[in-house]
Structures are given as C-alpha cells and as structure tokens.
C-alpha cells in the first residue's frame, strides 16, 4: 500500500529594478524583477516548500539559507534539484503539483506551457503533473498594487515502495 502525503508552499517577493524575472526556471521579460538571495524564482521556492513540507523535511530556508554565501543569485533550479534529491532519499516520488501564481503583472498565462517543460525536466517528472494556473488579486493588497508576486503551490507525495 502507498503512502501518500500531501504539502503545501507559499512563498511571496518583491518587485526589484535592475534585477531579471526568472518565474518557473524561465526568464520573463518584464521592467523589474523579484529581489531576493537567490534569483527569486518565487514558483519554484514555492514549490520547494511544498514538496519539503510534504516529506516532513522542514522549509527551504532550513536547507538553503539566505545567509549563506554560496545561494547568492543562485539559479532556483539548482535548489529544486537538490530538493528533488532530498525527497527520494527519504523514498518518496512527487505525485503531482497545483499551484497558483499571483500576480497583477506581468501576463502569466503566456509563459505557462514553457514554466511546465522546464519543471519536469528539472524534476525529472511528466509535466502532466505540474499544475499552474494563474490569478490576480483585484488591485488589492501588495500584489494588487504590483508590489511583487505571490506563490501558492500543494504537492502530493507518495512512498516508493
């Protein structure tokens, strides 16, 4: 019998001048990016924790810390690699992901298709099962005032047996 388990991340970063939009391993061409450590892929970050929480391995900040030289502007992709291999050696395997970016701008729909090839080339999974949709937030709260974007993102796990 499988055992299944469920995760859920949420992660949010602030618009920065001068700094590239990188959003589920892609670049998006857009006036400002997300400021962060590491390339502030928020997506990706979000995903992490979802899968992290899901495997009971704690949060990405307790794996990568901001403090730490060695994230700086580091590729988020690298991050979910290693998260992926943290979550096999506990001998679980992803089922799938839904997740929820929200953002007033940019347009997140037209990057959706190549966020999802990416993904599952980097998580080595059937982009089938990375879900992304996309929301804003009706001009209200940070997001609604296109002060950066949100992240919502739940995982499915389950044993390998």
């Known amino acids: 019998m499988n055992s ?5 991340g949420y992660d949010v970063h602030v ?6 939009l990188w959003l589920g391993g ?3 061409e857009h006036t400002m990016g997300l400021l962060g450590h590491s390339d502030a892929d928020v997506l990706i970050h979000a995903i992490c924790d979802g899968i992290l929480g899901a495997a009971n391995l704690r949060d990405i900040g307790y794996h990568f ?7 700086k502007n580091i ?3 690298i991050l979910l ?3 992926m291999i943290l979550l096999r050696s ?10 929820t970016v929200c953002a007033e701008e940019p347009k997140i729909n037209p990057h959706i298709l190549p966020m999802q090839a990416c993904l599952s080339e980097v998580m080595e999974i059937d982009k089938d099962l990375i879900s992304i949709k996309a929301t804003t937030s ?3 709260g940070f997001v609604g005032r296109k002060e950066g974007v949100a992240v919502y993102a739940t995982v499915l796990i389950y044993k390998v047996v």
Do not use: H, Q
């Open 90 to 99: 506990k001998g679980y395997e992803l089922g799938n992901i839904d997740c």
């Open 4 to 8: 299944f388990r469920v995760g859920f």
């Open 26 to 28: 892609i670049r998006i």
């Open 138 to 140: 009706e001009r209200m």
């Open 81 to 83: 690699r290693k998260t």
């Open 75 to 77: 590729d988020s992709k």
């Open 65 to 71: 810390p901001d403090t730490a030289g060695e994230y």
């Open 15 to 20: 618009f920065a001048r001068e700094r590239e």
